[in-house]
């Protein structure tokens, strides 16, 4: 019999921490994920649990990043009073109860000098005195890594304000369903969006089975293949390609013209060798396993790899990242894949390009990305109330273990830019991939 070690809180709520705050708000922004309502019930029921009293903010920083005196901010479309009436039953709900955006107050910050600009630093100081007019005294952020970049941004912006005047402690939540942030593990949402983009491949092979079809599925993950290898993988797709497999003769250089006239090199996509080693895993179905279809998956940061040519006329958003949606990675890649294959072949084979990832967002939240959450919002409450903690990122290890990470290890300090965690190379994640997906010897 295993011997229970009595801690004497078994059945016991844990105790009330002697906190001073009285007011807290809770921000969401950048794209939604599942579970996000899981961190902000929790982060706010522990909070009102403990006396004190929790606005959410509306759409991100779209009303704080244009605060001005003469024109204060209003309850209902600005913020509203988060009550345990409002989270009713919200912890497993689809959605975003406080809505989003992707208004960025620190977008004309990109060193530590910056900071002693009026001009550049005006959106976060719109955001502090918007908080200050409305009593807040600490700031609960939740989003991906430009959010944390932002949160990052306020945080120093106050640490360069005159002696005596009053701080806002800021605590961040990491959220994307990438899941390349680094400081965790996993991020809430991920194991949802895999599963239901897993579903849809599965679904969309029995569809290129009965049509002697090829699906060439872009899925969403900017940065890193995470989001792309694990619907590859519980999907059953035939071949995955993400950023991390640009190398070798997969990659190549060219030369751009910056903005201020200066040259430099950036890496870029061999398209040609691409295309051709997708062409090769459907001959090789064909060959040795007498399958005419089957499904591709591609991440959409591939997008960023594109040689410029492919890339002008393309938008670009308050972060600077282009707007991928446009490229339409998918339809460009299913065209000359089709043509590739016919080539070298002589014979037609359909290939449709398909976007994936919107529809997995907001998805009906698993039990894990819930649990996960829910320990993250709470993580918000124990960083603030019980640690006094400001400028640190909860984390979430092991048995849903918190743990606590500065600012400073996350971003760097002199670009002000977080670091990307991408699949590694050669790891157990990427080979399992491999193992399954339809053997090619390169």
């Given at each position: 019999m295993t011997e229970i070690r009595d801690t004497g809180a078994s059945l016991s709520r844990p105790p009330k921490a002697a906190h001073q705050f009285r007011r807290v708000a809770i921000l969401f922004a950048g794209g939604p994920a599942p579970a996000a309502n899981a961190v902000i019930s929790t982060a706010a029921i522990s909070?009102?649990?403990?006396?004190?009293?929790?606005?959410?903010?509306?759409?991100?920083?779209?009303?704080?990043?244009?605060y001005s005196a003469d024109s204060p901010l209003v309850e209902g479309s600005d913020f509203v009073q988060v009550t345990p009436t409002f989270l009713k039953r919200s912890r497993s709900s689809q959605g975003i109860l406080l809505g989003t955006a992707r208004t960025n107050p620190g977008r004309l910050i990109s060193s530590p000098a910056h900071f002693d600009d009026p001009t550049r630093v005006a959106p976060l100081k719109n955001v502090y005195d918007g908080l200050r007019s409305l009593g807040v005294e600490a700031l609960i952020s939740i989003g991906g890594d430009d959010t944390l970049k932002t949160a990052n941004k306020f945080k120093l912006y106050q640490d360069r304000l005159p002696a005596g005047s009053v701080k806002i402690p800021v605590v961040h939540l990491p959220k994307t369903i990438d899941n390349d942030y680094m400081g965790i593990d996993f991020t809430f949402g991920y194991f949802t969006a895999v599963d239901t983009l897993g579903t849809e491949i599965r679904n969309l092979?029995?569809?290129?089975?009965?049509?002697?079809?090829?699906?060439?599925?872009?899925?969403?993950?900017?940065?890193?293949?995470?989001?792309?290898?694990?619907?590859?993988?519980?999907?059953?797709?035939?071949?995955?390609?993400?950023?991390?497999?640009?190398?070798?003769?997969?990659?190549?250089?060219?030369?751009?013209?910056?903005a201020n006239g200066q040259t430099k090199t950036k890496p870029v996509m061999n398209t040609e060798e691409v295309v051709k080693r997708i062409v090769k895993t459907m001959r090789a179905r064909e060959e040795r396993e007498d399958k005419q279809f089957g499904v591709i998956v591609m991440a959409e940061g591939l997008a960023e790899y594109l040689p410029s040519r492919n890339l002008e006329g393309i938008p670009r958003d308050d972060h600077g990242h282009i707007s991928i949606?446009?490229?339409?990675?998918?339809?460009?890649?299913?065209?000359?894949?089709?043509?590739?294959?016919?080539?070298?072949?002589?014979?037609?084979?359909?290939?449709?390009?398909?976007q994936l990832g919107y529809e997995a967002r907001c998805a009906q939240p698993h039990a894990f990305d819930i649990i996960l959450g829910s320990q993250l919002g709470v993580g918000a409450y124990r960083a603030l109330a019980e640690r006094g903690l400001n400028g640190v990122m909860v984390s979430v290890s092991g048995q849903f273990d918190l743990d606590y990470v500065?600012?400073?290890?996350?971003?760097d300090p002199n670009t002000l830019v977080t670091v990307v965690r991408y699949v590694e190379q050669g790891s157990d994640f990427q080979s399992l991939a491999r193992f399954l997906e339809t053997f090619v010897n390169e």
């Open positions: 909070f009102l649990r403990n006396d004190c009293e929790v606005i959410g903010m509306k759409h991100g920083y779209s009303s704080l990043a244009e092979l029995y569809d290129a089975e009965a049509g002697r079809t090829y699906y060439l599925c872009e899925t969403m993950g900017r940065s890193a293949g995470w989001l792309s290898y694990g619907a590859a993988i519980a999907g059953e797709a035939s071949l995955v390609i993400s950023v991390e497999d640009i190398y070798g003769k997969f990659r190549g250089e060219e030369t751009v013209t910056q949606a446009h490229v339409q990675l998918g339809r460009m890649f299913a065209k000359l894949v089709a043509d590739e294959y016919q080539r070298q072949t002589g014979r037609v084979r359909k290939v449709v390009g398909l500065p600012f400073e290890e996350l971003v």
